[in-house]
C-alpha cells in the first residue's frame, strides 16, 4: 500500500511519555486477547474462551487461521446490549457450559477484552459462581486471566496468560526434580519444536508452557478432531512447583516482576533462568550454557556440529552482509535477538522498532547488544507509518520483521526477510525456525539469499555466477 | 471399513468413516440451543418453516460470525477516498487493516488503518479529546473527501460523545465527518450493515445531479473484491446505461453525494445494502431491483432484469448481446470443468443468503449438487428459499460454528466447501476442497468471466491429486476400491 504520506506521529516528551499521543497509523502490534488465545492452545484440550463481543473471537481467530493455517476454535460469550448493561454473568455462564458440552475440554482458558473490563466484571466471583452451580458441568478446569486491549500488545497478553496457567495450576511437592519449566515466549511452532529437540540432546526433561507446536501445526485428520491433539498436558503444568529450574526466554520480559517464573520462584522456590529469545549465536550460547550448567554435560555433538555450520556459514558470506542496513520490527524480544543476531553478521541495524511499549525497550537492547552503534534509532510504540517515515530517511538495504511490512518493503524497493507473526503472505510462517543454532542458520540464509538476490535483480548483467 | 484413530483421554477425537456417517451425529451433538436452527431441504415436520435465524448467536458456540462494527467496517470500508478512523482499542482497527480484496481505481487510503489506539487512561477518561485530535491531524495530512468514525465496544460504555466530536472536526475542516453506530455487541453483524447504511446515506443528496441520464443506475453491495464491480459496471456500459455511484466497491464520496441522481439501484449483497435502497426510494423515489452478479444464470437476470425495468426494447436487445457474448467466450472453457465436476457435491457457508442463492445455482451449473447450504445472517424467508431451491435432504443452517459444520461435511461426505479463512482449515483439515467466497479473496467471482474463474478455483481444489493422500480421504477411496 502506499501511503506515502504518512508521517511519524507526535514526538514522546520526559520519560518517555507522549505529550500528546497521536493515532496509530497500520498498528506494529495486536491486542492483549490473542496472544492469551495463542498460549491457551498450547495446553493440551485447552479452549480459549473470551469474556466479551463475538467479534474479538472472530477477528482473532481469523487472525491467527491466516498465519498458522489450522482450525482455531475460541469461544466467547458473545455479549449483547442487555450483557454490557446487566453484566455478562448469564452469559460467561452459559458460554462456559456450553463449550463444556461440546468440546468435552480438560481446561478452559478465559481471558477478558476490553468490553468486559471497562464494564469491570468481577471475573473471580463470577467463576466461583460458575463453580458453584449444580447444573453446569464441571469437568474442565477453569483458569482467568485479565487482558483488556487498551493495556499491552499481543505478547503482553501471551505472557499474561502463561502465567495466569502456572498461577492457577501449579502446586509443588518441596522437592525439585522435576523436568525443567521452560517458558520460551511468543515464538513459532517450528521453533517450540526446536526446543524441544535441544533439551532432548542435553537429555534435560522439559515442561514447555505453552507448546502449541502440533495443536497449530499438526497433520492431517483422519477423524474430526474437536480439540487438536499435542500440547503440554495439563498435568504437567499442575507439577510445575516440583520444577528443578525454570527457564524464561525474553529480556524485556525479564524486567517483568510478575511472571510465571518468577511465581514459580516466589511460591515454589524454583530456580529461574532469565534469558533473551535464543536467537542468534550469543544468544543461544547463554541457552546452551544454562543447560549445560543444568545437566552437567558437555554440549551434545549435534548441538555442537550445528553451531560449528553457523559459524562456518557466517564466515562464508560475510562480504555480502558487511555493513547492510537494516530496519528491524516486531515484538520487543523477538527485536532484541534479531539485531544480536544481525550485529553478529555485520549488518548494520539502523532502526528497531517495536509497537510495545514496555518502557525499557531501548535500554534493554543496548544492554543485550553493547556493539549496536549510538547512532542507531531505537522506537517503542511504533506504527508502521513512522517506521516507514524513519526507513525511508535511513536509507535502508532490507527489513526484517513480519509480513506486515510487505508494503513498505514495496515502496522502498527493498527486500522483506520475513520472521516473527504473522506471515500471512507466504505458506509456512508458523515453520519458521528463529531459535538455536539452527534458526541462526536459516536467518542467516534468508538474509543473505535476499540480499543476493536484489544485487542480482538491480544488476543490469545479472551474472548467474555469484 | 475401519478407519483407526487414536482417542487420547477424555476422548477428544472419535472415530468417523464417510461409511459410518449415520453414527456422526451421535458423535458430534449440536447444543440444544441450537437445534431451531438447523432444517433440511424437503423435510416434512422438523423444524423446517419455524427455523429460528436472525438472532443474537448463543453464548459459547463459536460463531463463525463476526459483530457490529465488522457489519460498518466491511461495508464502509472500499470507499477509497475517505478516511476511515476505528475509536477504540487497537484490535479492531489491527485485524480489519488491508485483508480485504476491495480494490480502488485511484486513492488507496481505504488500504490503511487508523485507529485512536485508546489507552488505560482514555478509557478511565474519555476518548474524546484523542479522538479529535486524531481526526484533525489524520484530516491533515490525508486530505480525504470524508471521514467516517466507526465506534468500538468500549466508545458507548464510557460515554464519549462521538456525534459532537465529528461535528466539531467536519466544521473545522469543511468535510463531512461521519459517525458510524457500530459498538460490537450492540446488535448482530447486519446491525452494522445498517449503521453503515445510516452513514452513506447523510452523505447521499449533498451533490450535484445535472447530467445524469434518464438510463442510468447505482450498483449497490458490490464491493469490487479484484475488480469485481469494474468488470459487471463494464456490461452495464456495453448496453449503454450510465453507473453514477458503485457503493461501495471502488466507491467515492463525490459520486455517493449526487448517486440520488440515479434512476435505479441494483442491490447485489442484499443484506447489507436493502437498508440503504429501501432509504433512497423512500426520500428520493429511486426505485430498486435485488440482483446478484454471481454464476452465469443470476449475471444474466440481473441484466435483463434492468432491461425489463428501464422497458426498452433496444436495451434488451443489448442485454442480450452482452450475455451472448459472454457465455459465447466463457461457456465452451466452463464446459472443461464441469465434465470433470459433475456429481461432487458440495457445503456451501457464507454471509449472506443471496450469495448462498447464487451458489446453488452455480454448483449446478457446474453439474455439481448442494448438500449443506448455510448463512451467518439469513433471515426466515431467505431460508423458505432456500428449502425449496435445494435438494431434498440437503442441510439447511443458520449462524453455524466450526463443530455442526464438521459433522454436517462429515455426514454429507462433501468434496467442496464454499467459505471463508474461518471455514478453510475445518475442510483442509478433512481432505475437503475449498473455495475462498469471502472478501479476503483476491480472484474475481463475478460476472460471467467470475464464473469461468469459480470453475477454475472449484476445479483446482476439487481435481488436485493431494486428495489421494489425506488420510481421511484415502481411507475412503480404499473403501469404495479405489474408484476415484
Same mark, same amino acid.
Given at each position: 500500500?502506499?501511503?506515502?504520506?504518512?508521517?511519524?506521529?507526535?514526538?514522546?516528551?520526559?520519560?518517555?511519555?507522549?505529550?500528546?499521543?497521536?493515532?496509530?497509523?497500520?498498528?506494529?502490534?495486536?491486542?492483549?486477547?490473542?496472544?492469551?488465545?495463542?498460549?491457551?492452545?498450547?495446553?493440551?484440550?485447552?479452549?480459549?474462551?473470551?469474556?466479551?463481543?463475538?467479534?474479538?473471537?472472530?477477528?482473532?481467530?481469523?487472525?491467527?487461521?491466516?498465519?498458522?493455517?489450522?482450525?482455531?476454535?475460541?469461544?466467547?460469550?458473545?455479549?449483547?446490549?442487555?450483557?454490557?448493561?446487566?453484566?455478562?454473568?448469564?452469559?460467561?455462564?452459559?458460554?462456559?457450559?456450553?463449550?463444556?458440552?461440546?468440546?468435552?475440554?480438560?481446561?478452559?482458558?478465559?481471558?477478558?477484552?476490553?468490553?468486559?473490563?471497562?464494564?469491570?466484571?468481577?471475573?473471580?466471583?463470577?467463576?466461583?459462581?460458575?463453580?458453584?452451580?449444580?447444573?453446569?458441568?464441571?469437568?474442565?478446569?477453569?483458569?482467568?486471566?485479565?487482558?483488556?486491549?487498551?493495556?499491552?500488545?499481543?505478547?503482553?497478553?501471551?505472557?499474561?496468560?502463561?502465567?495466569?496457567?502456572?498461577?492457577?495450576?501449579?502446586?509443588?511437592?518441596?522437592?525439585?526434580?522435576?523436568?525443567?519449566?521452560?517458558?520460551?515466549?511468543?515464538?513459532?511452532?517450528?521453533?517450540?519444536?526446536?526446543?524441544?529437540?535441544?533439551?532432548?540432546?542435553?537429555?534435560?526433561?522439559?515442561?514447555?508452557?505453552?507448546?502449541?507446536?502440533?495443536?497449530?501445526?499438526?497433520?492431517?485428520?483422519?477423524?474430526?478432531?474437536?480439540?487438536?491433539?499435542?500440547?503440554?498436558?495439563?498435568?504437567?503444568?499442575?507439577?510445575?512447583?516440583?520444577?528443578?529450574?525454570?527457564?524464561?526466554?525474553?529480556?524485556?520480559?525479564?524486567?517483568?516482576?510478575?511472571?510465571?517464573?518468577t511465581l514459580l520462584g516466589k511460591n515454589f522456590s524454583v530456580p529461574l533462568h532469565r534469558l533473551g529469545l535464543p536467537i542468534g549465536l550469543r544468544e543461544t550460547d547463554q541457552l546452551t550454557a544454562v543447560l549445560g550448567a543444568l545437566t552437567g554435560r558437555e554440549m551434545p555433538k549435534e548441538v555442537a556440529a550445528a553451531?560449528?555450520?553457523?559459524?562456518?556459514?557466517?564466515?562464508?558470506?560475510?562480504?555480502?552482509?558487511?555493513?547492510?542496513?537494516?530496519?528491524?520490527?516486531?515484538?520487543?524480544?523477538?527485536?532484541?535477538?534479531?539485531?544480536?543476531?544481525?550485529?553478529?553478521?555485520?549488518?548494520?541495524?539502523?532502526?528497531?522498532?517495536?509497537?510495545?511499549?514496555?518502557?525499557?525497550?531501548?535500554?534493554?537492547?543496548?544492554?543485550?547488544?553493547?556493539?549496536?552503534?549510538?547512532?542507531?534509532?531505537?522506537?517503542?510504540?511504533?506504527?508502521?507509518?513512522?517506521?516507514?517515515?524513519?526507513?525511508?530517511?535511513?536509507?535502508?538495504?532490507?527489513?526484517?520483521?513480519?509480513?506486515?511490512?510487505?508494503?513498505?518493503?514495496?515502496?522502498?524497493?527493498?527486500?522483506?526477510?520475513?520472521?516473527?507473526?504473522?506471515?500471512?503472505?507466504?505458506?509456512?510462517?508458523?515453520?519458521?525456525?528463529?531459535?538455536?543454532?539452527?534458526?541462526?542458520?536459516?536467518?542467516?540464509?534468508?538474509?543473505?539469499?535476499?540480499?543476493?538476490?536484489?544485487?542480482?535483480?538491480?544488476?543490469?548483467?545479472?551474472?548467474?555466477?555469484? | 471399513?475401519?478407519?483407526?484413530?487414536?482417542?487420547?483421554?477424555?476422548?477428544?477425537?472419535?472415530?468417523?468413516?464417510?461409511?459410518?456417517?449415520?453414527?456422526?451425529?451421535?458423535?458430534?451433538?449440536?447444543?440444544?440451543?441450537?437445534?431451531?436452527?438447523?432444517?433440511?431441504?424437503?423435510?416434512?415436520?422438523?423444524?423446517?418453516?419455524?427455523?429460528?435465524?436472525?438472532?443474537?448467536?448463543?453464548?459459547?458456540?463459536?460463531?463463525?460470525?463476526?459483530?457490529?462494527?465488522?457489519?460498518?467496517?466491511?461495508?464502509?470500508?472500499?470507499?477509497?477516498?475517505?478516511?476511515?478512523?476505528?475509536?477504540?482499542?487497537?484490535?479492531?482497527?489491527?485485524?480489519?487493516?488491508?485483508?480485504?480484496?476491495?480494490?480502488?481505481?485511484?486513492?488507496?487510503?481505504?488500504?490503511?488503518?487508523?485507529?485512536?489506539?485508546?489507552?488505560?487512561?482514555?478509557?478511565?477518561?474519555?476518548?474524546?479529546?484523542?479522538?479529535?485530535?486524531?481526526?484533525?491531524?489524520?484530516?491533515?495530512?490525508?486530505?480525504?473527501?470524508?471521514?467516517?468514525?466507526?465506534?468500538?465496544?468500549?466508545?458507548?460504555?464510557?460515554?464519549?460523545?462521538?456525534?459532537?466530536?465529528?461535528?466539531?472536526?467536519?466544521?473545522?475542516? &469543511? $468535510? =463531512?465527518? *461521519?459517525? @458510524?453506530?457500530?459498538? %460490537? !455487541?450492540?446488535?448482530?453483524?447486519?446491525?452494522? /450493515?445498517?449503521? +453503515?447504511?445510516?452513514?452513506?446515506?447523510?452523505?447521499?443528496?449533498?451533490?450535484?445531479?445535472?447530467?445524469?441520464?434518464?438510463?442510468?443506475?447505482?450498483?449497490?453491495?458490490?464491493?469490487?473484491?479484484?475488480?469485481?464491480?469494474?468488470?459487471?459496471?463494464?456490461?452495464?456500459?456495453?448496453?449503454?446505461?450510465?453507473?453514477?455511484?458503485?457503493?461501495?466497491?471502488?466507491?467515492?464520496?463525490?459520486?455517493?453525494?449526487?448517486?440520488?441522481?440515479?434512476?435505479?439501484?441494483?442491490?447485489?449483497?442484499?443484506?447489507?445494502?436493502?437498508?440503504?435502497?429501501?432509504?433512497?426510494?423512500?426520500?428520493? &423515489? $429511486? =426505485?430498486? *431491483?435485488? @440482483?446478484?452478479?454471481? %454464476? !452465469?444464470?443470476?449475471?444474466?437476470?440481473?441484466? /435483463?432484469?434492468? +432491461?425489463?425495468?428501464?422497458?426498452?426494447?433496444?436495451?434488451?436487445?443489448?442485454?442480450?448481446?452482452?450475455?451472448?457474448?459472454?457465455?459465447?467466450?466463457?461457456?465452451?472453457?466452463?464446459?472443461?470443468?464441469?465434465?470433470?465436476?459433475?456429481?461432487?457435491?458440495?457445503?456451501?457457508?457464507?454471509?449472506?443468503?443471496?450469495?448462498?442463492?447464487?451458489?446453488?445455482?452455480?454448483?449446478?451449473?457446474?453439474?455439481?449438487?448442494?448438500?449443506?447450504?448455510?448463512?451467518?445472517?439469513?433471515?426466515?424467508?431467505?431460508?423458505?428459499?432456500?428449502?425449496?431451491?435445494?435438494?431434498?435432504?440437503?442441510?439447511?443452517?443458520?449462524?453455524?460454528?466450526?463443530?455442526?459444520?464438521?459433522?454436517?461435511?462429515?455426514?454429507?461426505?462433501?468434496?467442496?466447501?464454499?467459505?471463508?479463512?474461518?471455514?478453510?482449515?475445518?475442510?483442509?483439515?478433512?481432505?475437503?476442497?475449498?473455495?475462498?467466497?469471502?472478501?479476503?479473496?483476491?480472484?474475481?467471482?463475478?460476472?460471467?468471466?467470475?464464473?469461468?474463474?469459480?470453475?477454475?478455483?472449484?476445479?483446482?481444489?476439487?481435481?488436485?491429486?493431494?486428495?489421494?493422500?489425506?488420510?481421511?480421504?484415502?481411507?475412503?477411496?480404499?473403501?469404495?476400491?479405489?474408484?476415484?
Open positions: 500500500m502506499n501511503c506515502t504520506t504518512c508521517k511519524p506521529t507526535v514526538g514522546e516528551g520526559e520519560n518517555g511519555r507522549e505529550k500528546f499521543p497521536g493515532p496509530t497509523t497500520n498498528a506494529c502490534k495486536l491486542c492483549t486477547p490473542l496472544g492469551a488465545c495463542l498460549a491457551y492452545k498450547g495446553i493440551a484440550g485447552t479452549v480459549p474462551f473470551l469474556h466479551g463481543s463475538q467479534g474479538c473471537a472472530t477477528y482473532i481467530r481469523r487472525y491467527l487461521i491466516s498465519h498458522f493455517r489450522e482450525p482455531m476454535d475460541i469461544a466467547a460469550s458473545n455479549f449483547a446490549e442487555h450483557s454490557a448493561v446487566f453484566g455478562g454473568r448469564d452469559v460467561l455462564h452459559t458460554g462456559l457450559a456450553n463449550v463444556a458440552t461440546q468440546y468435552s475440554p480438560e481446561l478452559i482458558g478465559v481471558a477478558t477484552t476490553c468490553l468486559s473490563e471497562t464494564i469491570g466484571e468481577n471475573m473471580p466471583q463470577l467463576l466461583r459462581e460458575y463453580r458453584e452451580r449444580k447444573d453446569v458441568p464441571h469437568d474442565a478446569a477453569l483458569v482467568q486471566v485479565s487482558t483488556p486491549s487498551f493495556k499491552g500488545t499481543h505478547v503482553d497478553g501471551y505472557h499474561t496468560a502463561v502465567r495466569g496457567l502456572t498461577e492457577t495450576l501449579a502446586t509443588g511437592t518441596g522437592e525439585h526434580n522435576g523436568p525443567v519449566a521452560l517458558f520460551p515466549g511468543f515464538v513459532s511452532a517450528e521453533d517450540l519444536r526446536h526446543l524441544k529437540e535441544v533439551f532432548a540432546a542435553y537429555e534435560a526433561p522439559l515442561t514447555l508452557v505453552p507448546d502449541y507446536s502440533e495443536t497449530m501445526d499438526g497433520g492431517s485428520w483422519a477423524a474430526y478432531e474437536r480439540i487438536p491433539t499435542g500440547g503440554t498436558p495439563v498435568g504437567d503444568v499442575r507439577a510445575l512447583g516440583s520444577a528443578r529450574a525454570a527457564i524464561e526466554c525474553g529480556r524485556v520480559l525479564a524486567g517483568e516482576s510478575r511472571t510465571a517464573g553451531r560449528g555450520r553457523l559459524i562456518d556459514a557466517m564466515v562464508d558470506g560475510h562480504k555480502y552482509v558487511f555493513g547492510q542496513r537494516a530496519v528491524v520490527y516486531g515484538d520487543e524480544d523477538l527485536v532484541i535477538g534479531l539485531v544480536s543476531f544481525l550485529c553478529e553478521i555485520g549488518v548494520t541495524p539502523v532502526l528497531c522498532a517495536s509497537g510495545g511499549r514496555s518502557r525499557r525497550f531501548e535500554k534493554t537492547l543496548r544492554a543485550a547488544v553493547p556493539e549496536l552503534p549510538a547512532e542507531t534509532v531505537i522506537r517503542e510504540g511504533a506504527d508502521f507509518a513512522s517506521i516507514g517515515a524513519e526507513a525511508e530517511t535511513l536509507k535502508a538495504d532490507l527489513l526484517l520483521g513480519n509480513s506486515k511490512g510487505y508494503s513498505l518493503a514495496r515502496r522502498l524497493e527493498i527486500p522483506l526477510v520475513r520472521c516473527g507473526f504473522p506471515i500471512h503472505d507466504r505458506i509456512g510462517g508458523h515453520r519458521l525456525l528463529h531459535l538455536g543454532y539452527r534458526g541462526a542458520l536459516g536467518l542467516y540464509d534468508l538474509v543473505v539469499n535476499a540480499l543476493l538476490e536484489r544485487k542480482q535483480d538491480t544488476s543490469s548483467i545479472g551474472y548467474a555466477y555469484l | 471399513m475401519n478407519t483407526t484413530s487414536t482417542v487420547p483421554a477424555g476422548g477428544r477425537s472419535y472415530e468417523t468413516t464417510a461409511l459410518q456417517s449415520s453414527s456422526l451425529s451421535a458423535v458430534i451433538e449440536v447444543l440444544p440451543g441450537r437445534a431451531s436452527s438447523i432444517s433440511l431441504a424437503g423435510e416434512v415436520g422438523g423444524v423446517g418453516a419455524a427455523m429460528v435465524c436472525d438472532k443474537h448467536s448463543l453464548a459459547g458456540s463459536v460463531t463463525q460470525r463476526a459483530c457490529v462494527f465488522c457489519g460498518s467496517r466491511v461495508v464502509l470500508y472500499p470507499i477509497a477516498d475517505a478516511l476511515h478512523v476505528v475509536h477504540g482499542p487497537i484490535g479492531c482497527a489491527a485485524y480489519t487493516w488491508d485483508i480485504r480484496g476491495a480494490q480502488s481505481s485511484g486513492p488507496q487510503l481505504h488500504r490503511n488503518s487508523f485507529s485512536t489506539d485508546l489507552q488505560e487512561l482514555d478509557v478511565i477518561f474519555g476518548g474524546e479529546k484523542k479522538l479529535e485530535r486524531a481526526l484533525m491531524e489524520l484530516i491533515d495530512r490525508h486530505e480525504p473527501k470524508a471521514a467516517f468514525v466507526y465506534s468500538t465496544c468500549i466508545v458507548g460504555v464510557i460515554g464519549d460523545d462521538v456525534g459532537a466530536v465529528c461535528k466539531r472536526v467536519a466544521a473545522a475542516k &469543511g $468535510i =463531512p465527518v *461521519l459517525s @458510524v453506530a457500530s459498538e %460490537g !455487541f450492540k446488535g448482530t453483524k447486519k446491525d452494522g /450493515y445498517r449503521a +453503515a447504511c445510516e452513514a452513506v446515506y447523510t452523505l447521499i443528496g449533498t451533490g450535484q445531479i445535472s447530467g445524469i441520464g434518464p438510463l442510468s443506475i447505482n450498483l449497490l453491495g458490490d464491493f469490487n473484491i479484484a475488480g469485481e464491480t469494474w468488470i459487471v459496471r463494464e456490461y452495464f456500459e456495453r448496453m449503454g446505461i450510465e453507473v453514477v455511484a458503485t457503493i461501495t466497491g471502488d466507491g467515492r464520496v463525490d459520486d455517493i453525494r449526487r448517486c440520488h441522481g440515479a434512476k435505479l439501484n441494483l442491490v447485489q449483497c442484499a443484506g447489507s445494502m436493502t437498508h440503504l435502497a429501501k432509504k433512497m426510494k423512500e426520500e428520493h &423515489g $429511486i =426505485p430498486f *431491483l435485488k @440482483v446478484s452478479f454471481f %454464476g !452465469f444464470e443470476d449475471m444474466a437476470a440481473a441484466l /435483463y432484469d434492468t +432491461a425489463k425495468h428501464f422497458a426498452d426494447e433496444a436495451l434488451m436487445e443489448k442485454a442480450k448481446v452482452v450475455v451472448h457474448d459472454e457465455l459465447s467466450r466463457f461457456y465452451p472453457q466452463l464446459r472443461v470443468y464441469k465434465e470433470k465436476l459433475i456429481g461432487k457435491k458440495a457445503a456451501i457457508y457464507v454471509g449472506g443468503a443471496f450469495k448462498a442463492f447464487s451458489l446453488v445455482r452455480a454448483l449446478r451449473t457446474l453439474g455439481m449438487t448442494t448438500a449443506l447450504v448455510g448463512t451467518q445472517t439469513g433471515d426466515k424467508e431467505d431460508y423458505a428459499q432456500l428449502r425449496e431451491m435445494c435438494d431434498p435432504g440437503t442441510v439447511i443452517v443458520d449462524d453455524s460454528n466450526p463443530l455442526e459444520l464438521a459433522k454436517f461435511c462429515l455426514e454429507k461426505d462433501v468434496d467442496l466447501f464454499i467459505g471463508g479463512v474461518k471455514e478453510r482449515p475445518i475442510a483442509y483439515k478433512l481432505g475437503i476442497g475449498f473455495c475462498d467466497h469471502n472478501h479476503e479473496r483476491k480472484e474475481a467471482l463475478a460476472g460471467f468471466v467470475g464464473m469461468f474463474n469459480f470453475a477454475r478455483e472449484v476445479h483446482a481444489s476439487c481435481c488436485s491429486p493431494v486428495w489421494n493422500y489425506v488420510p481421511r480421504r484415502a481411507a475412503r477411496t480404499a473403501a469404495i476400491g479405489g474408484a476415484r
